[in-house]
């Protein structure tokens, strides 16, 4: 059965908030216009004049688990599509409702519910941030180390949904890797705990099928986490990061290659940024500037933990980065710019007409998972790409790509190309070109034998056309098991082509 | 807030809106105080004007940005080494 895309009717709306009365409170239902508009915005770029597409037909803010479940009885007997929504900075629209419907907000859920300190675990409600959960922790000397760029705004819920990468996964895993279970409320409203085995606070099972991975990255087509449970680390003594300076790519390739190979075991990542992020960043950006004009492409190594090791390990990468002809661009913008990565959605953002104007630009970034041996190639290719679209219109920009470490052996990076887009002037025809370009940028990361994204998901217009190529058989898979948790395609309808799912099965 | 010739705290307009003069510092930007960096104006005429900012806001913001930074890293560690001690004990080491 599918949800038509026609949006409730007044008395339908009513008629839904009349039910959801009976399990919530009025002050948790929201039905103004402002309260469902900031609940239909998200970061990654969208033509303005359509953005009243994607504005929910009214919110709820539940408290527990118990609520978010009742909410998901309701719009299943009502047939009303239900969108989680945690820090809503996923940059693929998984927290935006494409069908209107009700979006369910967790940040009041944002309690800590119990701290472990002897098993190093803590419990808590899907609406914390990690920002506000360390500061906690720190009172323990305990550390969460998910760490995306949205660290001081997303939320663990939204972590969890999205299947978030972290930018010292290299060290401490990402958060597959540091949620050990979690309280989640299925598309039928069911509560169901998940983890290994049925395990609350166990790393490692092997008692029956590995589920936990399954409900975490869905992007909210498969239910909503509720309460998690945390895996904690002692709060690092040191930290690290040395920026180097290459007067090519080539050799800052090599060197990335280099420190993400050795073995170091306090390492946290290694970033490579390339010629045209080095010369986007000595457009705007404070610290590269003054850079002399030989510096063309950047190398970045992070390291946490004991001071002791950190500095060990820190020598070991240093001699490491000399071989390669690496120049040390010194402490104030080694500390300043990594300090900064972890919180880049509070940016201004501006790009440049091709006469060099500035102009307001909001930030898209395109990402795939891409092993080391094809960064160059994919580099190439991507940039070719956004050029063509340069050529045709000031819309949009080229600010450079990204690639990191996903990993501590260097098998496969987190590639990111960040392309400015003017979003004032994204017209239909506009959008067309960008989807389009979106497409091919996925077409160029599976012809590498990458995955779509490392970090986002692939459920945005364009790379989603190809996620059946990419998945195979598995994505048939993806239909049974849509079909069969959702019998009724209330949760987050027309993500991730699953409304095929339900094609002769009505 | 400035002092005035008379002793008194007062407010200057036209001070706090005169910031020292621009030195040119790339093909695209310009320096007004130490460490701060501004688009060049030229670029700013068409579809983003550049604001009127006083000289105190320029340097609150500055100045705010380096206290969020070492607050950022309290967050993550409780130390930062720097590149510049380890590249000293290497070259140290490799010159015995």
Known sequence: ?506 | MATSETGKVGYRRAEQYTPPAPERASDVAITTFEHVWEVDPRLMQTWVLQQEFPNWDTLRIMNSRHDHLEWMHKHFADKVVTGSELLAEIEAEDSV
């Open chain 1, 1 to 506: 059965m599918t949800i038509t895309p026609e949006r409730l009717s007044v008395d339908r709306v009513d008629e839904v908030v009349r039910a959801l009365r009976t399990v919530l409170a009025d002050e948790q239902i929201l039905t103004s216009k402002t309260d469902r508009y900031n609940r239909a915005r998200v970061p990654a770029p969208f033509p303005v004049h359509r953005w009243g597409e994607r504005v929910p037909d009214l919110a709820v803010l539940p408290v527990s688990t118990e609520q978010v479940a009742a909410i998901v009885r309701i719009a299943n007997e009502y047939r009303i599509p239900v969108v989680p929504r945690d820090g809503g900075t996923g940059l693929s629209d998984g927290a935006v409702p494409l069908r209107g419907g009700i979006v369910v907000d967790v940040k009041r859920m944002n309690q800590i519910h119990e701290l472990d300190l002897i098993n190093r675990t803590v419990t808590v409600g899907a609406g914390i941030s990690m920002l506000k959960l360390n500061e906690e922790l720190a009172k323990h000397g305990l550390f969460y180390p998910d760490d995306p760029a949205s660290y001081p705004c997303s939320l663990v819920g939204g972590r969890i949904g999205t299947g978030g990468w972290s930018l010292i996964g290299s060290r401490y895993g990402h958060t597959r890797d540091l949620v050990l279970s979690f309280d989640h409320v299925l598309p039928t409203g069911e509560i169901m705990h998940v983890g290994d085995g049925i395990g609350q606070k166990i790393s490692k099972s092997s008692s029956g099928y590995q589920l936990k991975h399954l409900f975490m990255g869905h992007q909210g087509t498969l239910g909503i986490a509720t309460r998690a449970t945390l895996k904690l680390f002692p709060k690092p003594e040191a930290e690290l990061s040395p920026f180097w300076a290459f007067d090519n790519y080539d050799d800052a390739y090599a060197c990335t290659g280099a420190l993400a190979r050795a073995g170091v075991a306090t390492f946290a990542g290694a970033v490579l940024f390339d010629e045209y992020k080095v010369a986007y960043l000595r457009r705007d950006d404070e610290a590269y500037i003054p850079q002399p004009k030989d510096v063309r492409a950047l190398v970045c190594s992070v390291m946490y933990g004991w001071e002791d090791e950190v500095r060990a390990g820190g020598k070991r990468l240093f001699r490491i980065a000399r071989e390669h002809g690496a120049r040390y661009l010194g402490d104030e913008i080694s500390q300043g710019d990594w300090a900064a990565r972890h919180d880049r959605y509070a940016t201004p953002l501006h790009g440049r007409t091709k006469a060099g104007q500035v102009v307001p630009m909001s930030w898209h970034c395109e990402d795939a998972a891409i092993n080391y041996s094809q960064l160059p190639a994919v580099s190439k290719a991507w940039h070719a790409i956004i050029a063509d679209l340069r050529r045709k219109t000031d819309v949009f920009d080229d600010w450079g790509m990204f690639t990191y470490t996903s990993g501590n052996t260097g098998v496969d990076y987190l590639t990111e190309i960040d392309v400015g887009i003017w979003e004032q002037q994204l017209d239909d025809a506009a959008w067309e070109m960008w989807v389009k370009a979106k497409r091919d940028i996925a077409a160029v990361s599976l012809a590498n034998n990458g995955s779509i994204s490392a970090c986002h998901g692939s459920c945005r217009d364009g790379e989603v056309d190809l996620v059946p190529d990419e998945l195979g058989r598995g994505f048939d898979l993806m239909l049974d098991i849509k079909r069969t948790l959702d019998p009724n395609n209330i949760m987050n309808p027309g993500k991730y082509l699953l409304d095929r799912a339900y094609e002769g099965h009505v």
